[in-house]
Nanobody, 120 residues
């Protein structure tokens, strides 16, 4: 059974930092693109950052560029999101995602989310 489990969320003051982790289990995701998304009530889930299976290619939303860093440790089947200079508008539930295909079978897995709250 595939599981993605996020952790590291919490309450932080504006300007502070948090590091989110996502541990994947149930299969080897070292060849999969993985990423972070976030969602606030009443709004669609939005892309934050992604990383290729090797870790050599990363992409960021404009809102995350320069403040957030995505990384991965394939030996631990884990990805991270280091978030610095946090702003109140970063408040959201953050979700881990793994997507790809094995042959013709596509997959798209999500974690349960971790709440990040940034106060003034």
């Amino acid at each position: 059974q595939v599981q993605l489990v996020e952790s590291g969320g919490g309450l932080v003051q504006a300007g502070g930092s948090l590091r989110l982790s996502c541990v994947a289990s149930g299969r080897d995701f070292s060849g999969s693109d993985m990423g972070w998304y976030r969602q606030t009530p009443g709004r669609a889930r939005e892309f934050v950052a992604s990383i290729s299976g090797s870790g050599s290619i990363t992409h960021y939303a404009d809102s995350a560029e320069g403040r957030f860093t995505i990384s991965r440790d394939n030996a631990k089947n884990t990805i991270y999101l280091q978030m610095n200079s946090l702003k109140p508008e970063d408040t959201a539930v953050y979700y881990c995602n793994a997507k790809g295909a094995i042959g013709a079978a596509e997959y798209d897995f999500w974690g349960q989310g971790t709440q990040v709250t940034v106060s003034l």
